[in-house]
């Protein structure tokens, strides 16, 4: 039985073994046995990168399971159930979203670090794993292109990155030009508005975080895109101009790298040119195209990145960690200096004047895993180069993936890959001509077709729209992030899209006929 076996024959009776001290990885290992069993038969069971069943019937399943589960038996089957019950990123048939197949390296530094449970907010909680961060974040500050005067800290993800980044943005830029400590007096109110630039297609975290600073969403100025939903420099710089002729204040830049639908990269040094003219603090969310720095083919689309005053990055996407894998960066650590926070108990300022450093003023967080370390273990075992032939090979694989498309007689693609995700459409039969197509029915056949192929538990592919306003913006997306997959693989999707989509088609059309009747 698994509590037996997990006995080190120290412990009290009735005792549930702990995962740490010396005796923590004897009461492991059966336990660790027994979820691996059950990981690969709920694997098995599922058969295909998510289980073929309604949310409905799923959500029964697993209330099910879960009352069932009781004393030794509850880890094997709520672990089975749970890998049933996944929709697993591994699957080359798994490709909707910035979801990555984590590397066993990275999942079993991940578990030490579960097992030994470190907190980050202060150096006697975290002794080795407080330098470790201080280390990895070094390095990874390098690779930006930043300097010895970097400073950062591991994240929950790009959300929480990009939050930082704007309330540095408002305390610096808005305590400047109202003479006050924003982050002790709140936002000064009566002067000029403030303003936060970014691109029609940066991510909603951006009007979140303005929302949670005090700012308001509609401080938000959403900024012109091309066609593949790159910034438009012109139209920066055209907002930024009525800005200041308003006599409003420009808190913030914030440019894109790697938008999640498209992976479009905005133009950095152009952003960073404008930002700095009109005395704007610039931010880089590259949650998703930081990874290109990696890769010795792609590094060179953040060319400029280097020139932001804070940067978002996420090791849960292209760095293939599990999550969360965030990271926020900034390019002089004194600007940080309105985040810096003492509690007694934590880092007493004597501690830390007799070498006991403390991360706490470095996050929004107090308690805090230590997440970097699953990142440090996969940097030193596959290096830059072996992490960048990843991003190279998932990016290879989304260049064919995009030639694929073009090559269907019933697949349209919006724009060529830039990192590793493309959108596309299926075109119904009789829509191929523009003149004489339903924009609105192609919608509802990419929307249905999608939920057909979950439901079949047969892929799972992404969805979104364009901007603008009207029907015709429905795209399907391929986020491609596993680089154990091969062109092939990403052909028998297209095809399941393809099929999924006819008999959507037919499904229409049986639905059209039988309301004529019923309408006769």
């Known amino acids: 039985m698994l509590a037996s076996a997990a006995r080190t024959g120290t412990e009290p009776p009735g005792t549930a073994p702990l995962s740490g001290s010396v005796d923590g990885p004897g009461a492991l290992e059966p336990l660790l046995r027994a979820a691996l069993a059950a990981l690969e038969e709920g694997a098995a069971r599922r058969g295909g990168p998510v289980p073929a069943l ?3 019937e799923l959500a029964a399943r697993v209330a099910g399971e879960y009352a069932a589960a009781r004393g030794e038996e509850a880890l094997p089957r709520l672990t089975s159930l749970l890998a049933y019950g996944s929709a697993d990123p591994a699957d080359p048939l798994c490709a909707a979203h910035l979801h990555c197949p984590p590397l066993a390296v990275a999942v079993a530094a991940d578990l030490a670090v579960s097992a030994l449970n470190p907190s980050q907010d202060s150096w006697d909680q975290a002794p080795a794993a407080t330098t470790l961060e201080t280390l990895l974040l070094a390095e990874l500050a390098g690779l930006v292109g930043y300097g010895e005067e970097a400073a950062g800290v591991l994240t929950s993800g790009g959300t929480e990155s990009n939050l930082m980044g704007l309330m540095l943005a408002r305390d610096r830029v808005m305590g400047r030009a109202s003479g006050r400590q924003v982050e002790l007096e709140g936002v000064p109110r009566g002067g000029p ?18 929302a949670l600073l005090g700012l308001g969403e509609d401080a938000v100025v959403p900024v012109g895109i091309d066609h593949a939903q790159r910034m438009d420099p012109g139209a920066l710089a055209g907002a930024l101009e009525r800005c200041a002729d308003a006599g409003e204040l420009p808190v913030a830049v914030v440019a894109t790298a790697g938008t999640t639908d498209t992976g479009t990269v905005d133009p950095l ?16 969310d590259a949650a998703y195209g930081g990874g290109a720095l990696l890769s010795d083919r792609l590094a060179p689309l953040l060319d400029g990145v280097e020139l932001a005053d804070s940067v978002s990055l996420d090791w849960h996407k292209l760095g293939w960690q599990p999550v969360a894998a965030g990271v926020f960066l900034v390019r002089r650590a004194r600007t940080y200096a309105s985040l810096a926070r003492r509690a007694v108990y934590l880092n007493p300022r004597d501690d830390e004047e007799a070498g006991y450093p403390s991360l706490l003023g470095l996050s929004l967080r107090t308690t805090r895993r230590a997440d970097g370390f699953s990142i440090a273990v996969t940097l030193r075992t596959l290096g830059r180069e072996g992490l960048g032939r990843l991003v190279d090979a998932c990016h290879d694989l989304a260049l064919a993936g995009a030639a694929a498309v073009r090559a269907h007689p019933r697949l349209e693609l919006h724009a060529d890959p830039v990192l590793t995700a493309f959108l596309f459409r299926y075109v119904p039969r009789g829509h191929s001509d523009p003149e004489h197509s339903d924009p609105e029915r192609i919608d509802r056949i990419n929307a249905a077709l999608r939920r057909r192929l979950l439901r079949e538990g047969r892929a799972v592919v992404g969805r979104t729209e364009l901007p603008g306003e009207g029907p015709g913006r429905v795209r399907l997306k391929l986020t ?37 009747e019923e309408s006769l």
């Open 54 to 56: 309604e949310p409905g």
């Open 193 to 210: 508005r403030p303003r936060v630039f970014t691109s029609a297609a940066a991510h909603f975290s951006v009007q979140r975080a303005a």
């Open 269 to 284: 040094p152009e952003c960073a040119r404008l930002a700095a003219e009109y005395g704007a603090w610039y931010h880089v």
């Open 480 to 516: 491609l992030l596993n680089p154990h997959a091969t062109p092939s693989d990403v052909e028998r999707l297209l095809d399941a899209v393809a099929e999924a989509g006819l008999a959507e088609e037919r499904a229409h059309e049986e639905a059209g006929e039988q309301a004529g």
